[in-house]
């Protein structure tokens, strides 16, 4: 059969309009442009497509592009014998009558769907011809109507590439109603319903036979009034990749449900997921957000089920016996909001800090420790932590001069799985200088003119008013490096015993007028534990500076 290549990355089933453009494979035929005024040389008053010379087609395959969006009373009918292949080219295959499918595939007969015009935007969203607008079929078991997009008898064969089978309605399969063979490799299946009560299932898709779902298709936003908002599924489903994302049952299994009971013979009644996504599906009423095993095999071996909600169980409902459910230690089951049959994760992220309160002299501060999910931003764990009171020093009633001064003993370096840990490594540079700024009583400031500092960045403004006061300077590129570790000390036994930490201190106390002991403000070096040595106002302006960094020292070593 030929195939007429899809040139957008993803397909969409949505609600297909038909300019249908009917190219023929065998080489005796020049390909053919179908509209609504001439469809009748090829599609028959019964629905059933035509050959090219108006006869019957069986045993021949037919290519056909539309070439405007095309509307049809009767249902299209790919007859038994027939190969067919439809580009719907942007446009939308409508279906106009009171009942039936859009197109049914009839036992023997095989088609090619696809959209070479089809194109995703920069934010995922896809555009595509539609087959639209169909009621669903009468099958010969199901009590009622079956899809309302496509319809596939027992031996019939659906390949669908690209396009959107969109707003179909059915009973069983808004937008497929499959009893044959579905290789779904492109398009969506979206907006489509389930309706007739709650006897309505598979929004998107009924399958009671084979059913393949790989690459970039996507199930998705589809609704059931039944079971299944996604994915009704009594054969055999294999979901290689794609998307079950976002839709909607009032009952049970939001992204795929399963019952065996009506599965074509030969079918074993199961759902192997390999790869891809069942996520963001809820159920209103009942369980199984992402999946509703009432019986039958599922199995995952790979892939994600994250994000789904439901009243009672969420990601992987099991709830009848029979049901089997093998689930590997590696897969991701998470973020599903509620209490899942298969033990539901999340995928923590690193403890942040929220409402600090700044301790004060003889009065301790707190703060919240919050760990939040990094899939669905959920607050997974928070700890209330207390900062100790900062301590009164007592300088011996001396206001001004050097004896008596107090001395803060901290260690250079901690070690931490015998690997010493440098104590600046706490905080960055900008950390640093947003302490300094806060201290001054966070003057307003312009942004500095570092290169490496952005408008948005957290200590923007501080960083802007260290630059101002001649406490934060450039390097030799003209940057800040605002988010490096600051350096407590320089490695450099020989050299000036001062690093950037220090200078960052020494740079204040000149901006704030502060004499220090010795005129400058001093470290030891090495890994022996450090004295700083200061005068009492300067004292008074760092204590609670050091009290911050033993605290987060302490943390460290824990």
């Known amino acids: 059969m030929n195939v007429i290549k899809t040139i957008g990355r993803k397909g969409v089933v949505v609600g297909l309009s038909l300019a249908l453009c009917a190219t023929m494979v065998s080489p005796a035929f020049a390909a053919q442009v179908l509209n609504n005024e001439n469809k009748g040389q090829f599609i028959g008053e019964n629905g059933a497509l035509l050959g090219h010379d108006g006869n019957g087609g069986a045993g021949n395959q037919y290519d056909y592009e539309l070439g405007e969006s095309l509307e049809l009373e009767k249902t299209l009918v790919i007859g038994a014998g027939v190969s067919a292949s439809i580009d719907l080219k942007g446009n939308d295959l409508k279906h106009t009558g009171a009942t039936g499918s859009v197109i049914t595939i009839q036992n023997g007969g095989e088609l090619e769907l696809d959209d070479t015009t089809a194109a995703t935007d920069d934010e995922g969203n896809y555009t595509a011809g539609r087959v639209t607008g169909g009621k669903g079929a009468t099958d010969k078991v199901l009590p009622g109507s079956i899809g309302g997009g496509v319809y596939i008898e027992k031996d019939g064969k659906l390949d669908m590439k690209g396009g959107i089978i969109s707003d179909n309605t059915a009973r069983w399969g808004g937008g497929i109603g499959n009893n044959g063979t579905v290789v779904m490799s492109g398009g969506q299946i979206s907006g489509n319903m389930a309706t007739e ?83 963001d599906n809820t159920v209103l009423n009942s369980s199984g957000g992402g999946v509703g095993l009432e019986d039958g095999i599922f199995t995952m071996n790979g892939g994600s089920i994250v994000r ?145 500092v952005p408008e948005d960045h957290e200590w923007a403004v501080a960083i802007g008013w260290a630059q101002d006061m001649g406490i934060a300077v450039a390097d030799q590129e003209g940057n800040f490096r605002p988010d490096d570790l600051v350096l407590r000390w320089v490695e450099d036994l020989e050299a000036e015993p001062e690093g950037e930490f220090e200078e960052f201190l020494n740079r204040y106390a000149v901006f704030a007028g502060i004499e220090l002991d010795a005129g400058e403000l001093f470290v030891e070096l090495g890994g022996e534990p450090t004295d700083i040595v200061m005068g009492e106002d300067a004292q008074a302006i760092f204590d609670s500076f050091f009290a911050k960094l033993e605290e987060a020292l302490e943390e460290l070593a824990a």
């Open 197 to 279: 009560g709650k006897h309505g299932v598979g929004g998107g898709v009924f399958n009671a036979n084979n059913f393949t779902m790989k690459d970039d298709a996507a199930i998705i936003g589809n609704t059931s009034n039944g079971d299944g908002g996604g994915v009704y599924n009594s054969g055999d489903f294999v979901m290689e990749n794609g998307k079950i994302n976002g839709n909607t049952t009032k009952a049970d299994g939001g992204g795929v449900h399963m019952y065996t009971g009506w599965r074509v013979s030969g079918a074993t009644g199961s759902f192997i997921m390999k790869n891809g996504e069942i996520a």
């Open 308 to 452: 789904n909600e439901a009243p009672k169980i969420n990601g992987v409902a099991s709830y009848s016996d029979g049901t089997i459910i093998t689930v590997n230690d590696d897969n991701v089951i998470i973020c599903n909001y509620g209490n899942d049959g298969v033990e539901t994760r999340h995928n923590p992220g690193e403890a942040v800090r929220e409402n600090v309160v700044e301790p004060q002299i003889g009065v301790p501060g707190s703060y919240d420790e919050v760990v939040y999910c990094k899939e669905c931003d959920g607050e997974l764990n928070r700890t209330p932590m207390t900062i100790p009171a900062l301590e009164e020093e007592n300088n011996g009633g001396n206001n001004g001069g050097n004896a008596g001064a107090p001395i803060v003993d901290t260690p250079a370096t901690v070690e931490i799985e015998d690997e010493a840990v440098p104590l600046a490594g706490l905080f960055t540079r900008a950390d640093a200088i947003g302490y300094l700024w806060e201290q001054s009583g966070s003057p307003e400031a312009e942004l500095s003119t570092f290169e490496d």
